[in-house]
């Protein structure tokens, strides 16, 4: 276990509600999201942290959430995005293939939040840790 998710689960608390991640949702985003976030998932499953207050999540099932929320704006001209994490309060985390953390929902006011730096991400592993 690296550094920062030690740091990460000190402060998080155990995981909740695991699920252990098939070998085929690895191998489906290897190259699209971090190898860093693939061995999370290969080590932690998809789960909640915190009591529930954030959760890693399958991106294959968030797809329809997805495309209802940026299906018909700019932003999927921009990236390919994959939603890797949501939280309890309508917080829904996107991952863009080559922009890495660069947009974010909020869902109780209807935002959709763009990163101040939309360039290519150069090092997707230690964007995914910090």
């Not at 998932?41 to 942290?49: I, Q, T």
């Not at 974010?104 to 230690?126: E, Q, W």
Request: proline share 8%.
């Amino acid at each position: 276990m690296d550094g920062d998710f030690a740091y990460f689960l000190k402060k998080m608390g155990p995981a909740i509600d695991k699920r252990q991640v098939p070998p085929s949702s690895i191998e489906r985003y290897c190259g699209k999201l971090p190898d860093q976030l693939l061995t999370y998932w290969a080590e932690h499953g998809w789960c909640g942290y915190a009591d529930g207050l954030f959760w890693n999540v399958n991106p294959q099932e968030y797809e329809p959430v997805l495309e209802a929320w940026i299906g018909d704006t700019p932003f999927i001209e921009q990236d390919a995005y994959h939603i890797i994490a949501r939280g309890a309060f309508g917080d829904i985390f996107f991952w863009g293939e080559k922009t890495g953390p660069s947009l974010r929902i909020f869902a109780p006011g209807s935002y959709c939040i763009p990163a101040l730096s939309k360039s290519i991400v150069a090092d997707r592993d230690f964007r995914m840790r910090i």
